[in-house]
């Protein structure tokens, strides 16, 4: 039992911290639309720590888009490439070469892949967006590279340089 409220208390502040970072973004007008950069997009190498992640992020996902506004079309499929992602992260760090720091990094493409493929049909059918696909792979593409790859990348290579392990 104690286990198991370990788990869902994680998974609850891994929500919590998704919503709270996704709102910091969206202050900035930068939570959504065709140029995204959510600060929270960074916790999804949270799942290479810790299978909690990816309830949370998932949770996090379905709350931060309902709460900002987005079209049922984006809380339903963004969080679902939130939740490919996580577990993505997470299948990808059972793996020898990501266990080391050099190939950890690999962990952080999994969202990065999962959003390009997913978002820029929501912007195109969702919201109607006049761009091309291509284009709005490109453009989410890059958000996610900077928010996943390289805040995300930090953020994991932090935690792991000081022991961080939940279990």
């Given at each position: 039992?104690?286990?198991?409220?370990?788990f869902?208390?994680?998974?609850?502040?891994?929500?919590?911290?998704?919503?709270?970072?996704?709102?910091?973004?969206?202050?900035?007008?930068?939570?959504?639309?065709?140029?995204?950069?959510?600060?929270?997009?960074?916790?999804?190498?949270?799942?290479?720590?810790?299978?909690?992640?990816?309830?949370?992020?998932?949770?996090?996902?379905?709350?931060?888009?309902?709460?900002?506004?987005?079209?049922?079309?984006?809380?339903?499929?963004?969080?679902?490439?939130?939740?490919?992602?996580?577990?993505?992260?997470?299948?990808?760090?059972?793996l020898?070469?990501?266990?080391?720091?050099?190939?950890?990094?690999?962990?952080?493409?999994?969202?990065?892949?999962?959003?390009?493929?997913?978002?820029?049909?929501?912007?195109?059918?969702?919201?109607?967006?006049?761009?091309?696909?291509?284009?709005?792979?490109?453009?989410?593409?890059?958000?996610?590279?900077?928010?996943?790859?390289?805040?995300?990348?930090?953020?994991?290579?932090?935690?792991?340089?000081?022991?961080?392990?939940?279990?």
């Amino acid at each position: 039992m104690k286990k198991k409220t370990y788990f869902i208390a994680v998974a609850a502040i891994t929500a919590a911290l998704y919503v709270a970072l996704t709102y910091s973004s969206n202050a900035v007008g930068l939570a959504s639309g065709m140029i995204q950069f959510r600060l929270s997009e960074a916790l999804t190498i949270l799942p290479y720590f810790t299978p909690a992640a990816i309830p949370g992020l998932t949770i996090g996902c379905i709350l931060s888009n309902t709460l900002t506004g987005c079209v049922i079309w984006d809380i339903i499929f963004g969080s679902v490439a939130t939740l490919l992602g996580a577990v993505g992260t997470y299948l990808l760090s059972k793996l020898p070469l990501c266990k080391k720091t050099e190939g950890a990094l690999l962990c952080t493409l999994p969202p990065v892949v999962a959003n390009m493929l997913i978002v820029p049909f929501i912007l195109k059918y969702a919201y109607e967006l006049p761009d091309a696909i291509p284009f709005m792979m490109l453009t989410v593409g890059i958000g996610e590279v900077v928010c996943c790859c390289i805040l995300g990348g930090i953020l994991l290579l932090s935690l792991k340089k000081t022991g961080f392990r939940v279990e």
